[in-house]
């Protein structure tokens, strides 16, 4: 069987949907590859990242490491601080449609990114289900319809976020960090709404990790491949659609040249569940991951298929 591979994008910024989001579409038509899209389209706070430095232990090394001044750009460092915080989706309304037109899943990466990713566990439901609801009214007035897939920024996934997805009727999401599809499980509740995990590192976690250098990301990458699950691999608008665009390009070649079978995460989830029974049930656990500040939600072991 060919080697398959999604190609999961990220857009946490206004620079990202701006500037990254041309780039990678005019990448992807060249390869002929279709990939998924997340957007957060609410306000870009950024800027209020920055206080990551003095909360968690690791950010102001990766800050460094991954020269994230040239890849944000200063004005995106200041927004929701000094500057304003723009609304993302409502200064590029045409960039949403272009996503979708040429093929690409588009779905929601959470509403204010910042909040989520740094205070997703102290949202009361009815905070997370907020989040979502006006991520998908900004989603819904830009394009005419809802978005039917999420990806939560940072991995940062709770019972609650999980809950209101179900209520909203979202047949997966792609919240966690782990190795196979499965239906998370937080204490005795078993989540119905599918997860697709992330299931290889970023390009920022390992960049100048033990010296690792793009080239050898993707090797590491297309060894991966040689498996025989599929794998998802998350790349950001800001970084592969920015300064590492030629890089990205360059694995895309290499996997075609493979043979790898690219395809959209909405399109696998719509073949695993059609047979749900055979799909395993995990636990969500907070774990670190190398070369990421904080933690994220991971995988658990596998256990039992799930009840449905
Ligand atoms: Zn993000």
Redesign the pocket.
């Known amino acids: 069987m060919a080697p398959r591979l999604a190609i999961k994008i ?1 857009v ?1 910024t206004l620079e990202g949907y701006f500037q990254g989001v041309p780039v990678l579409l005019t990448i992807l038509a060249d390869y002929d590859i279709k990939a998924s899209f997340f957007l ?1 389209l609410g306000p870009d706070n950024s800027g209020k990242a920055i206080f990551r430095v003095f909360r968690q232990q690791g950010f102001l090394a990766k800050m460094l490491r991954t020269r994230a001044p040239a890849i944000y750009g200063l004005k995106t460092m200041m927004y929701g601080t000094l500057l304003k915080a723009p609304l993302i989706g409502a200064a590029a309304p045409g960039i949403l449609p272009a996503i979708a037109t040429r093929g690409h899943e588009a779905g929601l ?1 959470g509403y204010d ?1 910042v909040r989520w990713h740094d205070h997703l566990f102290d949202l009361t439901r009815e905070g997370v289900d907020r989040e979502i609801g006006l991520a998908q009214e900004a989603f819904t007035a830009i394009l005419g319809r809802p978005a039917r897939s999420f990806a939560a ?2 991995w940062q996934c709770s019972r609650e976020s999980r809950e209101a997805l179900a209520a909203r009727g979202f047949p997966y999401g792609s919240d966690t960090r782990g190795r196979t599809p499965y239906f998370p499980r937080f204490g005795a509740k078993v989540s119905p709404v599918l997860e697709i995990p992330t299931t290889l590192p970023t390009l920022d976690e390992l960049l100048g990790l033990n010296g690792c250098r793009p080239r050898d990301f993707t090797r590491l990458v297309l060894k991966r491949l040689e498996g025989s699950s599929p794998q998802v691999l998350t790349v950001h608008a800001e970084i592969e659609g920015g300064p590492f665009r030629r890089e990205f390009a360059d694995l895309l070649h290499q996997g075609r040249q493979m043979g790898v079978e690219f395809f959209r995460l909405a399109d696998w989830a719509g073949e695993l569940l059609l047979n749900p029974q055979d799909l395993p049930v995990s636990g969500v656990e907070s774990v670190r991951l190398p070369g990421r500040a904080g933690r994220v939600s991971g995988q658990g072991p596998l256990e039992a298929p799930s009840p449905w």
Do not use: E, I, T
């Open positions: 990220d946490d957060a990466h990114h920024p940072g």
